[in-house]
């Protein structure tokens, strides 16, 4: 199987890590795919109209795509029940954290090209701002809300850890660990975990 991204990607970065935790390392290559906002990435737009990264190619040619669907569909491969457990509440609660933790991803990666990638005559501040906000709010939900169900290995703390890490990585100057030490206890434990070690951010 081939995964096309790049690690630097949180989204990217959560499919590499699920396959380590489901014993696919050795089944899955990176192939490093780099993306622009305003330019078109042929490679990618043959496999998905989208043109986002990641981007998995199974072995039979098929490609799946956005991550919260590769990631299923890796634990689905290995036989893995653990990652998005079957019952009901718990599949769901599951889900739904990994949605939180990527729609904080979705705002960091936002804020980034806002600050980065687009000109700076056409930036917009009140959206960097509420960027920021959406962030913030996403962080602080997960510290008063969901610190019981980032005591086990799954695909919501996966995607928790691999969004701390992005944050870190490219917003620094945000200092989420200031408020927020059960947060900070968990990256602290999570990024010891050989799937983190595997795929370092750098």
């Not at 790049?6 to 899955?28: N, Q, W, Y």
């Not at 969901?146 to 100057?173: E, K, P, Q, T």
Request: glycine residues 6%.
């Amino acid at each position: 199987m081939k995964l096309y991204g790049d690690v630097i990607s949180p989204f990217t970065r959560m499919c590499l890590v699920t396959a380590h935790e489901v014993g696919l390392k050795d089944e899955l290559r990176l192939v490093a795919t780099a993306v622009k906002p305003a330019e078109l990435n042929e490679t990618l737009a043959k496999l998905s109209p989208i043109g986002k990264i990641p981007v998995l190619e199974t072995d039979h040619g098929h490609a799946i795509y956005d991550s919260r669907v590769i990631m299923e569909y890796l634990a689905h491969h290995a036989g893995d029940t653990s990652l998005f457990p079957h019952e009901g509440v718990k599949h769901f609660r599951v889900l739904t954290l990994l949605s939180l933790a990527q729609g904080t991803c979705d705002a960091a990666v936002a804020k980034r090209y806002e600050q980065v990638q687009r000109p700076e005559a056409m930036r917009w501040p009140e959206y960097r701002l509420r960027l920021k906000q959406r962030i913030e709010q996403g962080l602080d939900d997960i510290e008063n809300n969901w610190m019981g169900d980032l005591n086990g290995v799954s695909a919501g703390s996966i995607g928790v850890a691999c969004m701390l890490g992005y944050i870190d990585f490219r917003h620094d100057a945000l200092k989420w660990r200031s408020t927020r030490p059960q947060l900070t206890a968990f990256a602290a434990r999570f990024n010891k975990r050989m799937s983190m070690e595997a795929w370092p951010l750098e």
